[in-house]
């Protein structure tokens, strides 16, 4: 079973185990933009099948279907919750059926990636040992080491880029893969799939975690990413194949410095762009991560290619919903950033194409349709 809330422009927050928290405050999972919101005004929790909302002690209380209530209170699918002035639906998926398969062996017990990153035994080895340039259609490949002017064209994206470790629960299994700073107190945009299981629209992980890792500098010439936090999932668009992370705590779960700030990446404008303009998909390597695979993540990888066209998106009625390029990415490139000539940030590599498309290159989200799921931050 899958509970989620819905917002009025339609996101969906799924509620994932360990609960769903609602207010002002950065640190809650749906985050308000609301003066009428207490900072940490509800919570929302399951009790096995059923989930339950519960007041925080806020100043203008919780309604449930514009009831004021007194003591935690069962939701049912279709009911509506304010928090100040601000309205969710409350909605409920089944999950789907689950293929029968042959009982597998039983492992040896392992420990979890998440509890090795949280105890520091693997952020040394997720360090950025080396970063080489790949300028080559498709993306990957043999070539010479760029000259030292080349990199410095990268410098101001480079403060902007974040490498993204979901791990999965009891598992030495995690998703990886690329975000990209949007403001200076830790919102980031990366791929939908990148974050949440596209299967069943929930985390990989109970506790909803994300594993973030940032070089403020922008130096990446060697040694350990020096800068690893937690973050939330606070919204998340299947169908444009984004989601919105807010770091809340640094790794091990600590409050964040007063001096916590972030460098926010300099957007282009995709819809100026023309036929044959020069893109750049810029992403570290990241897609499915084993326990054993600790070199993941140490290579940021660039794509230079050229766009080929607009394609549309119906479903959301986006005449220019894709961006058609000629660079081949994978889904270890998933959540990449997509840049114009002067390394603007104009898109975003979701690892999704429309079922239309050319089976060769690859299709990027123009970053201008994240910006409803942007609003507020």
């Keep these: 079973m899958t509970w989620f809330l819905i917002d009025p422009g339609g996101y969906r927050y799924p509620v994932v185990d360990n609960g769903l928290s609602v207010g002002r405050a950065i640190d809650n999972d749906v985050v308000l933009d609301d003066v009428e919101a207490s900072r940490h005004h509800a919570l929302i929790q399951l009790r096995g099948d059923e989930a339950w909302v519960y007041d925080r002690r806020s100043a203008n209380g919780v309604y449930l279907n514009e009831e004021r209530i007194r003591e935690p209170r069962r939701l049912r699918p279709g009911d509506r919750l304010r928090f100040g002035h601000s309205v969710f639906r409350v909605e409920y998926v089944a999950p789907p059926p689950i293929a029968t398969a042959e009982p597998e062996p039983a492992a040896r017990p392992s420990t979890s990636l998440w509890q090795a990153v949280l105890a520091g035994a693997v952020i040394g080895l997720l360090g950025l040992v080396i970063v080489y340039f790949l300028f080559l259609r498709p993306l990957f490949g043999a070539v010479p080491t760029p000259p030292a002017g080349e990199s410095d064209q990268y410098a101001e994206v480079l403060r902007s880029i974040a490498f993204v470790l979901t791990p999965s629960d009891d598992s030495p299994a995690a998703t990886g893969g690329t975000a990209v700073v949007m403001s200076e107190n830790g919102r980031l945009l990366t791929a939908y799939g990148a974050v949440v299981d596209p299967t069943t629209g929930r985390s990989y992980n109970r506790k909803g975690q994300v594993l973030v890792g940032i070089n403020p500098s922008g130096l990446y010439t060697g040694g350990s990413i020096p800068a690893w936090y937690l973050a939330r999932v606070v919204r998340a668009d299947r ?131 994240a910006d409803i799921l942007l609003a507020g931050s």
């Design 239 to 369: 169908q444009r194949g984004m989601a919105v992370l807010q770091i809340y705590a640094q790794a091990d779960g600590s409050p964040l410095p007063n001096s916590f700030r972030l460098t926010p990446a300099q957007r282009g404008d995709p819809s100026r762009l023309r036929p044959d303009a020069a893109v750049k998909v810029l992403s570290f390597v990241g897609g499915g991560i084993k326990g054993e695979q600790q070199s993941v993540g140490r290579v940021l990888v660039l794509g230079e290619g050229r766009l080929l066209g607009f394609a549309p998106d119906p479903a959301l009625q986006e005449e220019r919903g894709w961006l058609q390029t000629d660079i081949g990415l994978t889904l270890s490139n998933i959540g990449g950033l997509a840049l114009d000539a002067e390394t603007r940030l104009i898109g975003l590599y979701t690892g999704e194409r429309p079922g239309d498309a050319p089976a060769t290159g690859s299709m990027l989200r123009p970053i201008d349709l």
